[in-house]
């Protein structure tokens, strides 16, 4: 199994909306509706911000929003605020009969 | 609220196993999936499985073979082994608590760091 491919860093000025990507297979991402998004600020533990591909947790501010096309699921955060700097990862179920948990690599966002 | 907290050694040297437990407070337990996730320094998270009520668990293929996650419903906490590990072990490791079906993970513990080294 291969982990998900994020891009490496995005960043974005304040009140800006960024997208960043997720690129799995058909047989994670393509196959299944369970993409999340973790947020981590250093030293911390994630922080679930989307499941279900495009699910808030309570708490979770609306200018966050997940959406998924084929194989790609984003996350966009809508009027960026200097708090969104973190690293977010994407996550996707997979594995077929064989449970199993992929990450993505991460991406650093920073609010320039 | 839940709350999770590691607890274990954070230093083994090479071929020794790895034994960490979560604490789990304000919640219980039972009824829920509960996962471990591990993070090398700098770098990405792994997910490394999930139990569920000791009947039903799933661990990452690529560990399979030295790990072991059990959970205690009577001291409300769960458990990780790790066996035979090496530098490449050296990681934060996060127990969390899973929703969804175990496809993500809600609840975290801080994390606690494991070095392997001799």
């Known amino acids: 199994q291969s982990a998900l491919t994020q891009p490496p860093s995005a960043s974005g000025s304040p009140g800006q909306s960024v997208t960043i990507s997720c690129t799995g297979t058909s047989s994670d991402v393509g196959r299944y509706n369970y993409v999340s998004w973790y947020q981590q600020h250093p030293g911390n533990a994630p922080k679930l911000m989307i499941y279900?591909?495009?699910e808030r947790p309570s708490g979770v501010p609306d200018r966050f929003s997940g959406s998924k096309s084929g194989n790609t699921a984003s996350l966009t955060v809508s009027g960026l605020q200097a708090e969104d700097e973190a690293v977010y990862y994407c996550?996707?179920?997979?594995?077929?009969?064989?449970?199993?948990?992929?990450f993505g690599g991460g991406t650093k966002l920073t609010v320039l | 609220q839940v709350r999770l907290q590691e607890s274990g050694p954070g230093l083994l040297k090479p071929s020794e196993t790895l034994s960490l437990t979560c604490f789990v407070s304000?919640?219980?337990?039972?009824?829920?999936?509960w996962g471990w996730i591990r993070q090398p320094p700098g770098k990405g998270l792994e997910w490394v499985g999930y139990?569920?009520?000791?009947?039903?668990?799933n661990y990452n293929p690529s560990l399979k073979s030295r790990v072991t996650i059990s959970v205690d419903a009577s001291k409300n906490q769960f458990s990780l082994n790790v066996g035979s590990v090496t530098a490449a072990d050296t990681a934060v490791y996060f127990c969390?608590?899973?929703?969804?079906?175990?496809?993500?993970?809600?609840?975290w513990g801080p994390g606690t760091l494991v070095t392997v080294s001799s």
């Open positions: 279900e591909v495009n």
């Open positions: 996550s996707s179920y997979g594995g077929g009969n064989n449970f199993y948990v992929f």
């Open positions: 304000g919640g219980s337990v039972s009824g829920f999936y």
């Open positions: 969390a608590r899973a929703t969804s079906g175990a496809s993500c993970y809600d609840h």
């Open positions: 139990v569920f009520n000791s009947g039903s668990i």
